[in-house]
C-alpha cells in the first residue's frame, strides 16, 4: 500500500492543478494516469479571457510569456458563425482567442507540478476508489488522506458515489474530431467557426492551429442521430472531397464531452471530483479547459486548508463550486436552448441574435459576463 496526503487521479488540468497547489504548500500530491506524459489528448484547445487571467494567477505568466514559450499556439481576433455551409457572421472580439495544442498545454502545467514537489506514477491505469480514500489500479494500491478524481467524463472514482448513471448518459454530448494537416486542407482557417445546421443539438467546429485545422461536430442524442454519417456530411461541406479516403488516411476520434451534468456536490466522504470528472464543462459550447483549471485551483486550495488545519475540504469547495460555478452552467444551458431553439425553428433568426447580442455573447463565453442573464461576471482570482 503506497500513501500520501492526497491521490489525484488524472494529470490532465484539474489533476495537475491541484497537485501544483497542494505541492507549494508542503504537502504530498501523488498523480496516478494510465499514460506517459506528454501524450496526445483530443481536444479544440480553445482558451478563452477566464482562461488566461486564470494561468496567469497559477503560474506568473503572462500572455506573451506563454505564446513565447510555445504553450500558446495560436491567437484568433475573431471568429466566424455558418450555418448550413453558409456563413452568417464574421465578428471581431474585444479580446481574442487563444489556442493550444493539448500535448504540448498539458505537459506544460504538468511539468509545474513536478517543478513544485508533486509526484506522477505514470502507466497506472485505476480500477477502484472508495470513499475513505483507497484508490486501487491494475498496478498497486493507494491511500490518500484525501483523494481527488480528475480522471475525465469517464471517471472511475466518481463511481464511488453511488449516482444514478441514466442521467449522466442522457447528458453526454458525443464528440468526433480530426486534425487536418495544412496540405491536406481544402482551406486554411484564421478565426474558429462555428458551423450549426448540422445537429438539432448541437455543433460543429473549425478551429486554426500551427499544424493545420482542428474539425469536429458534438451534440446530444436526442433523435438517434448517426454521427459518423453527419460527420461525414460536415467534412464534405468544408471541401473535403472523398471523405471515407480523407478519414483512412487521417483518423477521425470521438469523446464524450459533459453537457450538462455538472455536479452541485463534488463530495463524498474523503473524495472531491474536479473538470470533466465532476461534469464541469460549459454546456453552450463544451469549453472544459477553463472549468479544469478551476476546479482543479479550487480543490487543491481547499484540500490543502484541510491538511493544514485538520478539518475537512468538502464544506469550503462546494461553497466555491455553489457561489462561481453552478451559476454559470444553468445559465449556459438555458442559452444553449434558446440558440439551438433558434437554430431549429429559424436560421435567420440565430444570425439575427449574433447581430444584436454578439458582443454580449462573446463577453459570456470570454468570462467577462456571466451566463447568469449577462450580468458582470466577479470571479475569485
Known amino acids: 500500500m503506497h500513501h500520501a496526503d492526497v491521490i489525484i487521479a488524472g494529470a490532465g488540468p484539474a489533476g495537475s492543478t491541484a497537485a501544483l497547489v497542494l505541492a507549494r504548500r508542503g504537502f504530498d500530491a501523488l498523480l496516478l494516469d494510465r499514460a506517459a506524459f506528454p501524450r496526445p ?3 479544440g484547445g480553445l482558451l478563452t479571457w477566464k482562461s488566461m487571467r486564470l494561468l496567469e494567477r497559477l503560474h506568473g505568466r503572462r500572455t506573451e510569456d506563454l505564446i513565447r514559450e510555445g504553450v500558446v499556439d495560436t491567437v484568433a481576433g475573431g471568429y466566424e458563425l455558418h450555418h448550413g455551409g453558409r456563413p452568417l457572421i464574421r465578428g471581431r472580439l474585444a479580446y481574442p482567442f487563444h489556442l493550444v495544442r493539448r500535448i504540448r498545454f498539458d505537459s506544460f502545467l504538468l511539468d509545474q507540478a513536478l517543478t513544485a514537489g508533486a509526484r506522477i506514477l505514470h502507466h497506472h491505469e485505476i480500477v477502484g476508489c472508495s470513499p475513505q480514500g483507497d484508490v486501487r489500479t491494475k498496478q498497486g494500491d493507494f491511500h490518500g488522506r484525501f483523494v481527488l478524481g480528475a480522471d475525465g467524463v ?3 472514482v466518481r463511481r464511488c458515489f453511488g449516482l444514478p448513471r441514466e442521467r449522466w448518459q442522457r447528458n453526454l454530448a458525443a464528440a468526433i474530431e480530426v486534425t487536418v494537416p495544412h496540405e491536406a486542407a481544402p ?9 450549426a445546421g448540422f445537429l438539432p443539438t448541437g455543433y460543429g467546429w473549425v478551429f486554426p492551429n500551427s499544424a493545420g485545422m482542428v474539425l469536429g461536430i458534438c451534440g446530444l442524442r436526442r433523435r438517434g442521430e448517426n454521427f459518423r454519417d453527419t460527420f461525414g456530411n460536415f467534412l464534405n461541406l468544408l471541401g473535403v472531397a472523398a471523405p471515407d479516403d480523407f478519414t483512412r488516411e487521417h483518423p477521425i476520434e470521438g469523446h464524450p464531452i459533459p453537457y450538462g ?3 452541485p456536490d463534488p463530495v463524498h466522504g474523503n473524495v472531491l471530483l474536479a473538470g470533466d470528472a465532476g461534469g464541469y464543462a460549459d454546456p453552450l459550447l463544451g469549453e472544459g479547459i477553463f472549468y479544469a483549471l478551476l476546479t482543479g485551483w479550487y480543490a487543491g486550495e481547499a484540500l490543502a486548508d484541510a491538511l493544514e488545519r485538520g478539518g475537512h475540504p468538502g464544506l469550503s469547495y462546494r461553497e466555491r463550486i455553489r457561489r462561481h460555478v453552478m451559476p454559470e452552467m444553468r ?8 440558440l439551438y431553439g433558434l437554430n431549429m425553428l429559424n436560421p435567420n433568426n440565430l444570425g439575427r441574435y449574433f447581430t444584436l447580442r454578439g458582443t454580449a455573447l ?6 467577462m459576463r456571466s451566463y447568469d442573464w449577462g450580468r458582470k461576471k466577479r470571479w475569485d482570482f
Do not use: F, Q, T
Open 154 to 156: 469517464n471517471s472511475v
Open 187 to 195: 482551406r486554411i482557417a484564421d478565426v474558429p467557426e462555428l458551423h
Open 362 to 367: 462573446a463577453e459570456m463565453v470570454h468570462g
Open 331 to 338: 445559465g449556459a444551458n438555458r442559452l444553449r436552448w434558446l
Open 41 to 43: 489528448k483530443l481536444c
Open 261 to 263: 451534468n455538472a455536479l
